[in-house]
């Protein structure tokens, strides 16, 4: 981690990651390590203090020398111009899409990776011309092979056929592609199952992205060859993520007992929404095959995907009542999210603190009983699962309270203990009102909130944001706070503006932004923010508070629910061709 942060500062946690081949979590706790012994900055991006350059110069690793392409950035394959249009349409595609599913492994790619996958069915010959086979399909490979196709004009392949076992994701394939001049054929299909009759030997390429494990590799790349036809030099393009070298010394074993051979392989090709343990990123193999190729594999039992194979519990530790809670196999919670989601049995509230693994058969401690609180209150701010600089915190909130009509209200001013309470556990850092100076690291919060909501498309020129928050702050500073260190830095950020509808003149509350540097009580500050946010909309007569999110900003939606909001409206987006205005 040294040599990476030593090369690439400044780097963020994500940026080591992938460069690491670490985890998140491992990363971000190194960071922690790192800071509390002055080696490394606490501004993000990060980089090594003085300190920090000292140590790496004395451990022999002072050579910064990057061979990487800066063009390709080692990924071996550039996006021509031509083809932004096919990413922008495939972006569109996505968002209105069938959601991935986290319990079967699933992560979709970005628009970018699938355009890339295609190029790389190019660069290889296996296209233009000829049949391809998609083992499973929930990244949209297919609806990419035939939007590119149409933005060049004229399909790139004769024959695409994907199988797979969600109708869902295969009814929308079916719906998209028939308007796109590329023959696209849908296989409901439990892949558990050899393939039916009719798909045997019939491809000239296959391409999956299967479970990550060795189990899930070798039932996904058995049926790519059981649809190849038969003969060496046949392509498989095989996709998958990062794991230790024990777990991926499985893997390559499954592709040689196949009798396949590993033609190229290229390190953080794919990127995935969602999967930011392993830094959003997985490889991408072409494997070959050989006149030993052969699938033995029938029907298949047993464990697939990484959930299914978890034989061990993980303690968890509720920061706000330090109730221990056991999450995994046989547990009353099957993931952290489903945790997450209800809220600690004792006090309503967490987060929570991940803890040591334990076998599911050891003795689980006596179950917390439910204590009810005596106020309503927010509950406590949940980091990102990427704790890179100044994401938008994820908090969840009180249970609705009864309103006076037999609705809920989504949130209630916490009793003054609860808020004293609050406001203690966010120390050192402190709330007020933001002012012109704020205006950079304002600026900084903005443009990575809007890289998370819009991607590429973002706005993420930190001053083009600060000028914009300023001409706001000129007429008006009231709902903008800011959390800060006493006499330092600013940590943290959250809007809330006071509009009139211009319709019937009632007044409401528009929440615009939050945010938080990542902090080791960040999830206090975050609350104490929001708060803040929702106590003025309360001075201020406010009865409504609305937003808006972008579809694929999962973090933020979550933090709409969590906290009591209901959609109301949603934005749809129609692309027009352009024409010649004479």
């Known amino acids: 981690m040294l040599r990476a942060l030593r090369r690439l500062a400044p780097a963020s946690t994500r940026d080591i990651s992938r460069a690491t081949g670490l985890p998140v979590p491992i990363v971000a706790a190194l960071g922690n390590e790192l800071r509390r012994r002055d080696l490394l900055t606490k501004e993000r991006p990060s980089r090594l203090t003085t300190a920090g350059l000292d140590l790496v110069a004395e451990l022999g690793m002072g050579l910064t020398l990057d061979a990487t392409c800066t063009t390709c950035e080692g990924r071996e394959l550039v996006i021509p111009d031509v083809l932004e249009e096919a990413v922008r349409r495939l972006s ?3 968002e209105s899409g069938p959601a991935a599913d986290m319990s079967i492994d699933q992560s979709h790619c970005t628009p970018e990776t699938k355009v890339r996958r295609v190029l790389a069915l190019l660069a290889a010959g296996a296209l233009p011309g000829g049949s391809l086979l998609l083992i499973g399909d929930d990244d949209l490979v297919s609806l990419a ?28 394939i079916r719906k998209v592609s028939a308007g ?36 899930g590799a070798r039932l996904f790349l058995s049926r790519a060859v059981e649809g ?24 390559q074993r499954e592709i040689m007992a196949l009798g396949l051979v590993t033609n190229g392989y290229i390190r953080n090709f794919n990127e995935y929404r ?24 029938g029907d298949f039992e047993g464990p697939l995907y990484t959930g299914d194979k978890r034989t061990r519990q993980r303690e968890y530790t509720c920061v706000a009542c330090d109730a221990q809670l056991r999450v ?14 209800e809220g600690c049995p004792r006090c309503g509230k967490g987060p929570f603190r991940p803890g040591r693994l334990v076998a599911a058969d050891e003795p689980t401690p006596a179950p917390a009983e439910a204590t009810p609180s005596p106020e309503p209150e927010l509950g406590k701010a949940t980091p990102s699962p990427e704790p890179e600089l100044r994401t ?66 973002a706005v993420d020129d930190p001053a083009r944001h600060a000028s914009r928050v300023g001409r706001s702050m000129e007429k008006s ?21 006071i509009n009139h509808n211009q319709m019937t003149g009632d007044r409401y509350a528009n929440f615009r932004s939050l945010a938080v540097a990542p902090l080791d009580n960040r999830a206090d500050v975050a609350e104490l923010l929001l708060t803040e946010g929702l106590e003025f909309c309360l001075a201020n007569g406010i009865t409504e508070v609305v937003g808006r999110v972008h579809v694929g900003n999962v973090p933020m939606r979550t933090v709409y629910r969590k906290f009591g909001f209901d959609p109301a409206t949603l934005t749809m987006k129609l692309r027009l061709p352009e024409e010649d205005p004479r």
């Open 92 to 94: 569109d595609l996505m």
């Open 145 to 172: 092979v035939a939007v590119v196709g149409d933005v060049l004009g004229s399909p790139i392949v004769e024959r695409v056929t994907v199988v797979d076992i969600s109708p869902e994701i295969l009814a929308y």
């Open 180 to 215: 796109l001049g590329t023959r696209v054929e849908t296989v409901e299909h439990d892949l558990r199952h050899p393939l039916p009759a009719e798909l045997h030997s019939g491809f000239d390429v296959a391409m999956t992205d299967p479970p990550y494990t060795a189990e």
């Open 228 to 251: 190849l036809r038969p003969g060496p030099s046949h392509s498989i393009f095989f996709s998958f993520g990062g794991k230790s070298p024990d777990e991926m010394l499985e893997v």
């Open 274 to 297: 969602g999967s930011g343990i392993l830094g959003g990123v997985g490889f991408f193999q072409h494997l070959l095959t050989t006149t030993s190729t052969a699938s033995h594999q």
């Open 328 to 341: 995994g196999p046989g547990a009353r919670w099957t993931s952290v999210a489903a945790l997450r989601d």
């Open 392 to 457: 938008p915190a994820q908090t969840p909130a009180a249970a609705p309270a009864p309103g006076p009509t037999g609705g809920t209200y989504g949130w209630q001013r916490p009793a003054p203990e609860s808020r004293a309470a609050l406001a203690e556990r966010a120390r050192p850092y402190l709330t007020r009102q933001a002012d012109e100076g704020d205006l950079p690291a304002i600026g900084e919060f903005e443009a990575e909130i809007a890289r998370i909501s819009f991607g590429e498309d």
């Open 477 to 497: 500073k009231e709902g903008m706070i800011v959390a800060h260190r006493p006499g330092g830095e600013t940590v943290g950020w959250c809007w809330v503006s």
